[in-house]
C-alpha cells in the first residue's frame, strides 16, 4: 500500500516511499534553506566571520533539523506502524512523534503571543505567522523530563515553533538549575507530570512560564485511523505535510539549542548548536556507522548534556532518528536489565527477536560493570548473555578514555571490539575508529569525514605529528558560548579551528591519541611533561585495582609529584580486612609499576577510596579533587 503522502515525500527528498516493500530510503539531500525574519528578539552575537567561512568551504550547505521530520514522515508514508520510540513497554509511532510535535509547536506560538500580548515576559521574542497563529523567534524553551517520546516531542516541537531548545538535567540541584535558567534566559519551562511540583516552582523563581508536556499518546488524537488496515493515515501524513510547509522556518545558521558544559574548567557555559550545525552532525554520524531504518538503538544515556550526550542526545537519539530507526529508552542504566534485553533480543534457540536490539553505546563505567555483573552469572546464563551481545551490529564507547583491560575484557567475552571515537560539546563527534576496519586500543581513529583537525605543538607550530593541542574544524562545530563573546573568539585560531584543550599526538598510521586535557590530565613533572591517562590505564592492570584516577599534586622541589587515587577491588577489600592491612600499599603500587612504567612516572603518593567523585556527567573532576587533596 502506497500513500499520497509519499508524492510529498517524493518531491521532498527526490525519492518515493511504498509500504509494499519497504527499503530504508537514503538520508534526504541538504536541499533547505529557510528563512523567517528576526523580529524584537536579542540576537546572538555572530561568532568570528573565519569560522563561518571555513563552515562554507566545507561544501555544507544552510539546513535545518526540519529534514529529521521530513524524514520521518517519508518512513511514516511507507508504513503506518513504523516505530521510533519505545520506553517502558509502549512504543511511539513516528506519526503519534510528529502530530505530538506539532501540537507541542502551536502551544509554544500561541502561549508566545499571549505572553507577549500582556507583557509578562521580556524574555519573549515573536512574530506573526501567515495564518495568524505567532511564531518564536530564538526563545529559550528549558526541556525538563527523563528520556521518553514526551522529551523528543518537546524538542521536536520547540524547533518547529522557531525556539532554542535548552535540555536540564532532573539530576540537577535546584540551584544549578536556576543558574542555566537564568543564564540562558528560559523562557518557558516544559516538564511532564511526574517532575510537575518541583519545576514548578523552579519556574516562578525564574520568572518563565511553566507547562506540563502532555503524554504523546493523549496528544495525537487528530486524524483517527484503523491501526490494522491504515485507513486515516493518507489524510493525517497530508494533514501533517500541510501543517509543516505552513511554518515559517529558520535559517541554518540561526540557534537551535543550548547545551551546558560540565563545568570542569570552571562556570558551566552554554554551548549554542545551530540547526546546520546538528543536521551536519547527524548526517555525518548516520554516515560514517550505517544507521538504518532498520537498527533498533538501546539507549542507556543522559539526555541533557553532549558528553554522555553527544553520546545520548546525537548518537543514540538523533542520528538514529534521522535514519529512520527505532530508539528504545532505558531510563536508568541497569546491569540486568541490559544483559536481559540482549537476551530477549537473541534467545538461545539461535532466533531473532522482531524487536532485537542491534545498536548500543556507552561510558567505560557501563561496560565495567556490565562485565562485573557477567562475572557473578551462573554458566549457563554466562554462555548466554554472551552469545546473545555477540549478536549486535555495533557497540560503542566514549566520554572518557577506555581502559584497555576492559577493553580486551569485553572483546573476549562478547566479541566485539568497542568502536571508540572522541567528541565534545562543542563539535559533538570528530574522530572515530572505523566501523569497517581496524579499530587500534587506547586511540580514538581518524578524523570523520568532512572533519579537519592540526596539532599545535608549544612552540605554537602547526604539525601533523608530535604531541600537541588538538584543534577542530567542522561543519558541527558550534556557533558560539552564550552571552560569552570574548570566550567564543579566544577558543579558536585565526583560520577558524576550534582549540580544544585535548593534548593528543598521532601514531604511524594516522590513527589520533588523546594523552588527556590540556590543564588537567598533563603533569609537568621534574620537567617531564606526563600523561596521567597513561599511568592509570597502567595502574587499571593491577589485579586489586577497580577504578583510579591518577593527577599531579604540587611540589617545591620537583613542581608536580604523581598522585593516585584508586578504588580497590571487593576481592581486594574483603582479602585487606581478613588480613588487617591495606587493599594496596603505596610500596607495593611501586614495586609493581617498575616493570610498567619510567621511574618518573611511578606514584609517590596513593589514596585509597570508597568511590571516584564523579559529576552528573560521570567524569571525574579533577580540578576540584586536585585542589580537595592538596589542602
Not at 184 to 193: C, E, G, M
Not at 338 to 360: E, H, M
Request: glycine fraction near 8%; charged fraction near 20%.
Amino acid at each position: 500500500m502506497s500513500f499520497k503522502a509519499s508524492n510529498h515525500i517524493r518531491r521532498l527528498f527526490l525519492h518515493s516511499a511504498s509500504s509494499s516493500s519497504y527499503k530504508c530510503p537514503p538520508p534526504p539531500p541538504l536541499m533547505f534553506s529557510f528563512s523567517w525574519g528576526r523580529i524584537g528578539f536579542s540576537p546572538l552575537r555572530h561568532p568570528p566571520r573565519h569560522r563561518l567561512l571555513s563552515v562554507k568551504a566545507a561544501g555544507v550547505s544552510p539546513h535545518t533539523f526540519m529534514e529529521v521530520t521530513k524524514a520521518a514522515l517519508a518512513r511514516a508514508s511507507a508504513s503506518h506502524e513504523s516505530v521510533a520510540i519505545r520506553a517502558e513497554n509502549k512504543s511511539y509511532s513516528y506519526v503519534q512523534l510528529i502530530s505530538s510535535s506539532l501540537k507541542i509547536s502551536n502551544f509554544l506560538c500561541s502561549e508566545g503571543l499571549k505572553t507577549m500580548q500582556e507583557g509578562k515576559n521580556g524574555r519573549f521574542s515573536f512574530a506573526e505567522r501567515n495564518h495568524g497563529a505567532g511564531y518564536l523567534h530564538g526563545a529559550r524553551i528549558g526541556i525538563v523530563a527523563k528520556p521518553s517520546a514526551e522529551f523528543v516531542a518537546g524538542v521536536l516541537g520547540t524547533w518547529l515553533s522557531g525556539g532554542v531548545a535548552v535540555p536540564l538535567a532532573l539530576s540537577y540541584p535546584e540551584a544549578e538549575l536556576l543558574y542555566v535558567m537564568n543564564d540562558s534566559d528560559v523562557s518557558i519551562l516544559l516538564s511532564t507530570q511526574e517532575h510537575r511540583e518541583l519545576m514548578e516552582n523552579v519556574a516562578v523563581k525564574s520568572s518563565a512560564y511553566f507547562s506540563i508536556i502532555p503524554d504523546v499518546n493523549s496528544i495525537t488524537s487528530g486524524t483517527s485511523f484503523d491501526a490494522q488496515s491504515g485507513k486515516g493515515v493518507t489524510d493525517l501524513l497530508t494533514n501533517l505535510m500541510v501543517e509543516i510547509d505552513s511554518l515559517r522556518r529558520a535559517e541554518g545558521d540561526d540557534p537551535a539549542l543550548i547545551l551546558y558544559t560540565s563545568g570542569t574548567t570552571g562556570k558551566p557555559k552554554g554551548v549554542v548548536h545551530t540547526h546546520k550545525s546538528i543536521i551536519s552532525q547527524v548526517q555525518i554520524l548516520a554516515e560514517a556507522w550505517e544507521y538504518k531504518c532498520t537498527d533498533q538503538f538501546l539507549h542507556c544515556l543522559p539526555l541533557h548534556h553532549i558528553h554522555h550526550h553527544v553520546h545520548g542526545l546525537f548518537n543514540a537519539l538523533l542520528a538514529p532518528l534521522y535514519a529512520g530507526a527505532l530508539v528504545e529508552f532505558m531510563p536508568k542504566f541497569s546491569v540486568r536489565g541490559v544483559w536481559q534485553r540482549w537476551r530477549l533480543s537473541y534467545p538461545k534457540d539461535g532466533s531473532k527477536a522482531d524487536d532485537a536490539i542491534t545498536l548500543f553505546t556507552g561510558v567505560p563505567t557501563m561496560y565495567s560493570r556490565l562485565l562485573q555483573g557477567y562475572e557473578t552469572m551462573e554458566p549457563d546464563l554466562q554462555a548466554a548473555s554472551a552469545s546473545a551481545a555477540r549478536q549486535l551490529r555495533l557497540m560503542m564507547c566514549g566520554s572518557s578514555a577506555l581502559p584497555y583491560p576492559v577493553l580486551k575484557q569485553w572483546e573476549d567475552v562478547t566479541g566485539h571490539r568497542l568502536l571508540e571515537r572522541y567528541g565534545m560539546t562543542e563539535f559533538v563527534m570528530a574522530i572515530s575508529n572505523p566501523l569497517h576496519g581496524i579499530r587500534k586500543a587506547g586511540t580514538v581513529g581518524k578524523p570523520l569525514p568532512r572533519v579537519e583537525v592540526k596539532i599545535i605543538t608549544d612552540d605554537n607550530e602547526a604539525g601533523a605529528k608530535g604531541v600537541g593541542e588538538l584543534c577542530v574544524r567542522s561543519p558541527s562545530l558550534f556557533k558560539e558560548y552564550w552571552k560569552r563573546p570574548e570566550v567564543t573568539e579566544e577558543s579558536f585560531t585565526d583560520g577558524g579551528f576550534f582549540k580544544t584543550g585535548d593534548t593528543v599526538t598521532v601514531d604511524e598510521d594516522g590513527y589520533y591519541i588523546i594523552l588527556g586535557r590540556s590543564n588537567a590530565d598533563i603533569m609537568k613533572v621534574g620537567g617531564y611533561k606526563l600523561s596521567a591517562l597513561e599511568i592509570e590505564a597502567v595502574l587499571l592492570e593491577h589485579q586489586a585495582v577497580s577504578e583510579c584516577c591518577v593527577l599531579g599534586l604540587p611540589d617545591k622541589d620537583y613542581g608536580e609529584v604523581v598522585c593516585a587515587v584508586i578504588v580497590p577491588h571487593e576481592d581486594a577489600k574483603r582479602r585487606a580486612e581478613q588480613d588487617l592491612k591495606a587493599a594496596i600499599s603505596l610500596e607495593e603500587l611501586v614495586n609493581w609499576s617498575k616493570e610498567k612504567l619510567a621511574p618518573y612516572k611511578i606514584p609517590t603518593r596513593l589514596f585509597l577510596w570508597e568511590t571516584l567523585p564523579r559529576n552528573a556527567m560521570g567524569k571525574v573532576n579533577k580540578k576540584e579533587l586536585k585542589k580537595l587533596l592538596a589542602e
